[in-house]
């Protein structure tokens, strides 16, 4: 069998500090929709009993990067990075 290293992509990221919350009123529905499934995407993963220390999904869009992962109070944080 033949295995290979996947690299972690965080490191592409910016800190979780230079992260914003979405903004329902500012951000284009293509942010907003992409976040939502992001969201639900880790909320099903937590209920598959996925070990949430493990959680964090991406998405690059063109103008955003987001970045989805729980917290320690069991809900999911979205982030918008502007590219």
């Known amino acids: 069998m033949i295995t290979e290293r996947i690299e972690p992509i965080l490191g592409n990221l910016l800190s979780t500090d230079t992260g914003r919350e979405v903004d ?3 951000d284009s529905e293509v ?12 909320k099903n993963l937590m209920t598959a009993n996925a070990p949430p220390e493990c959680l964090v999904i991406t998405a690059d869009i063109c103008t955003h990067k987001l970045m989805a992962v ?3 109070d069991g809900e999911v944080k ?3 990075f502007e590219s």
């Open 24 to 26: 329902p009123f500012t």
């Open 31 to 42: 942010v907003r929709l992409t976040a939502i499934n992001l969201e639900l995407a880790v």
């Open 78 to 80: 979205v982030l918008v």
């Open 70 to 72: 729980p917290t320690a």
